[in-house]
C-alpha cells in the first residue's frame, strides 16, 4: 500500500497550488479519500475528504471555498487544488485512504498515510 503526496512549494499570499496524490489501485478505488494538515507546533487537522465515486465531499472551514477536492480514477489519484492561499495554510499536507467507502473529518476513520508535502505560503 502506497501513498505518494506531491505538488508542494514555496507561494506567495493570493498564489496557487495543486497537490497531487498517486494511490495503489487496489486500494483506494473504492474508498474515501482524505487530506490532512499538520503545522509546525499543531496537531493533524482535516483539509478535505472525498467519497469513493467523487460524487460528495465536504471541506474544513478555514478552506472552504478556496480548495477544491477531486480525484481520476484512471490515475488512481486525488487532487487538492488550493487557490487564494494564506500564511495560515503553511503546513505539510498528508492524504490519506479512508476505511469506508465515505472519507471523514477524523483522522482515526483513515487506515492508509502518504508522507506528505510541504506547502509554505509566505505573506
Known amino acids: 500500500v502506497q501513498l505518494q503526496a506531491s505538488g508542494g512549494g514555496l507561494v506567495q499570499a493570493g498564489g496557487s497550488l495543486r497537490l497531487s496524490c498517486a494511490a495503489s489501485?487496489?486500494?483506494?478505488?473504492?474508498?474515501?479519500m482524505g487530506w490532512f494538515r499538520q503545522a509546525p507546533g499543531k496537531e493533524r487537522e482535516f483539509v478535505a475528504a472525498?467519497?469513493?465515486?467523487?460524487?460528495?465531499?465536504s471541506y474544513a472551514d478555514s478552506v472552504r471555498g478556496r480548495f477544491t477536492i477531486s480525484r481520476d480514477y484512471g490515475k488512481s489519484t486525488v487532487y487538492l487544488e488550493m487557490n487564494n492561499l494564506k500564511p495560515e495554510d503553511t503546513a505539510v499536507y498528508f492524504c490519506?485512504?479512508?476505511?469506508?467507502?465515505?472519507?471523514?473529518?477524523?483522522?482515526?476513520?483513515?487506515?492508509?498515510w502518504g508522507r506528505g508535502t510541504l506547502v509554505t505560503v509566505s505573506s
Open positions: 490519506a485512504t479512508a476505511r469506508s467507502s465515505y472519507g471523514s473529518m477524523s483522522p482515526d476513520r483513515y487506515n492508509y
Open positions: 472525498i467519497a469513493w465515486n467523487g460524487g460528495s465531499a
Open positions: 489501485r487496489r486500494t483506494s478505488s473504492n474508498n474515501g
